[in-house]
């Protein structure tokens, strides 16, 4: 087996299949299976796998597979490509029924398809479409990595968490809010994180001016970053809502908090300040984020090739925007 990063890009299928070829020549092997997190699709379709017989390559794309059992699926669908590509099968193996019966014992998760493109000769797609691959891109992006590549965040909301244990004013607040009015501050927290994250470090994808295909792609991966960014935030949260609240269990007496919390106030008063101290902070800690380099949260929030794929598109439509500044000076000129 080889392992080899592909170049940062925003390649298409076939031009992974292409890089698989010579690689194969190179190597002198029989096959190749080229396995890439880079979602792929065709019409809106998205691709689990391509397969070029008279290459004897193929070409797995991850994301395609979703979340559960990845291993397991991912497996199954490699030893079909290999059973397809050698061609030297028994007559049960190359039947039709057969292969069917190998996707189908992935639970129904993939199907065939007849490509209609030259060089390609088996396709795999998703059943549940995209969103299995929206899934997948998640997973991909594994969120909860965010929580430790925010440290200028998490340092700055547990400084304010300190403040606000001990401010009065929000032990007040905590207990009298009624259960939807806190339940809409914690939201509207990390709502407010998960959009300054996105709005000041340029997380976003630009939609307009792009071809069709494109556009559809950007779609799907701005859908992934705002699910990545709120599951890696709601792990902050919590985390910090720990925090506070073991340190509210150990700081607050119970004379001064029986003065707020009544005597007869019990865990539940104690989760209720903590909850609300927590969503304070959280908005206060978007601050400590500033400081983190737009580097260190794009590598906190997305996966290697989704940052590679990020930084190519960036340079293209910098050095596309370049080459349209140099025709009107010309023209100008």
Request: glycine share 8%; with cysteine.
């Amino acid at each position: 087996m080889h392992r080899e990063r592909l170049p940062p890009s925003d390649m298409q299928h076939f031009e992974i299949m292409n890089l698989a070829t010579e690689h194969k020549r190179q190597r002198g092997w029989d096959f190749a299976v080229c396995v890439t997190d880079l979602p792929l699709a065709i019409d809106r379709q998205p691709v689990v796998a391509d397969a070029s017989s008279s290459r004897n390559v193929a070409v797995v794309s991850l994301p395609a597979f979703g979340a559960m059992a990845l291993r397991r699926r991912v497996l199954g669908v490699v030893a079909q490509l290999i059973v397809d590509l050698r061609g030297e099968t028994t007559p049960e193996e190359g039947s039709e029924e057969h292969r069917r019966s190998r996707l189908d014992a992935l639970g129904g998760a993939f199907r065939r398809a007849t490509p209609d493109q030259d060089g390609i000769d088996l396709r795999i797609l998703a059943s549940r479409g995209r969103l299995r691959l929206l899934i997948g891109m998640v997973r991909d992006n594994q969120p909860w990595r965010l929580v430790s590549g925010l440290r200028g965040a998490l340092v700055g909301a547990f400084a304010f968490s300190a403040f606000y244990l001990i401010n009065a004013t929000l032990w007040e607040l905590a207990i009298t809010m009624a259960v939807w009015q806190l339940v809409a501050v914690v939201l509207a927290s990390i709502t407010a994180m998960l959009t300054w994250l996105i709005v000041y470090h340029h997380l976003w994808e630009r939609v307009r001016n792009l071809p069709a295909y494109q556009r559809e792609q950007a779609v799907l991966f701005n859908a992934s970053t705002v699910i990545t960014l709120a599951i890696g935030l709601t792990c902050g949260y919590l985390g910090l809502f720990v925090l506070n609240l073991i340190a509210g269990l150990i700081v607050f007496t119970p004379e001064v908090f029986s003065q707020y919390a009544g005597p007869e106030y019990g865990l539940g008063e104690h989760l209720l300040v903590a909850l609300l101290t927590t969503a304070a902070a959280t908005v206060a800690g978007a601050i400590g984020s500033g400081f983190e380099s737009e580097e260190s949260v794009h590598e906190a929030a997305y996966s290697y090739r989704e940052r590679a794929r990020r930084e190519a598109l960036r340079r293209s439509r910098e050095a596309k925007e370049d080459d349209e500044t140099l025709d009107e000076t010309t023209r100008e000129g």
